[in-house]
């Protein structure tokens, strides 16, 4: 179960803790009303967003971080580190988007138990391909969102996976309205299903590879 911030429907919160493994982002708002079960955190770790979560005394208690076992960081340091200069041209006042936080969230993760990963440039990339075929219109970054669960679908081919609170909205930024048109097209594949006030769909079980 990935669990964006967005709005959880109806009796999602129980279907959502009955999952196997759930996934939250950032400051966990979907903790609450969106369940409270919480394996993993997918962060981002770079630039503003980041050095507000490690500077928050209130980041590291929330009992959503403080129950994961593992912090994703969803932003390769790599990819990132070569999108700075290109930004300084395109978007001058986002000047500390590329600072990178990934040592800092792992040492978080060494003091506390927990296990740190890092999401790879590879699915990003592979993000940005799929993303380019429904020609959106000009952005910095895909979301964590679908970075995320570009990386579950990789990584757990066989895995029923279920997204929740997705609204795909949020910064101009990121590329919400073909985002939204990616996950429709995962969900038409049988890759993924929605949650919904009415409960999980049943789809098709075939599962085409994300990367070709």
């Known amino acids: 179960m990935i669990v964006g911030n967005g ?3 109806e009796g999602g919160a129980e279907i959502i803790d009955s999952a196997d ?3 939250r982002f950032n400051d966990c708002r979907s903790f609450g009303l969106g369940g409270t079960r919480t394996d993993v955190v997918a962060v981002c770790n770079t630039g503003r967003p980041a050095k507000a979560m490690l500077g928050s005394g209130n980041w590291r208690a929330h009992p ?3 129950d994961a076992s593992e912090i994703w ?3 390769d340091p790599e990819k990132v580190a070569a999108m700075r200069a290109p ?3 395109s978007h001058p006042e986002l000047d500390d988007f590329c600072d ?3 040592q800092l969230f792992g040492d978080v993760c060494a003091g506390a138990g927990k296990l740190h990963r890092i999401v790879g440039q590879r699915i990003h990339d592979a993000i940005d391909r799929a993303l380019a075929m429904l020609a959106p219109a000009p952005y910095v970054v895909p979301s964590s969102g679908i970075i995320v669960i570009g990386e579950v679908l990789d990584s757990c081919p066989n895995d029923h996976v279920v997204v929740a609170g997705f609204g795909h909205v949020g910064w101009e ?3 919400f309205a073909a985002e939204k048109q ?3 097209a995962f969900v038409k594949a049988g890759r993924l299903r929605r949650l919904s006030q009415h409960g999980v769909p049943s789809t098709a079980c075939e599962r085409p590879p994300l990367i070709s």
């Open 7 to 9: 709005e959880v429907g």
């Open 21 to 23: 493994f759930v996934i």
């Open 64 to 66: 959503g971080i403080v």
């Open 73 to 75: 960081s969803v932003r």
């Open 87 to 89: 930004l300084a041209v």
């Open 100 to 102: 990178d936080y990934t």
């Open 173 to 175: 930024g990121h590329p």
């Open 182 to 184: 990616l996950v429709d």
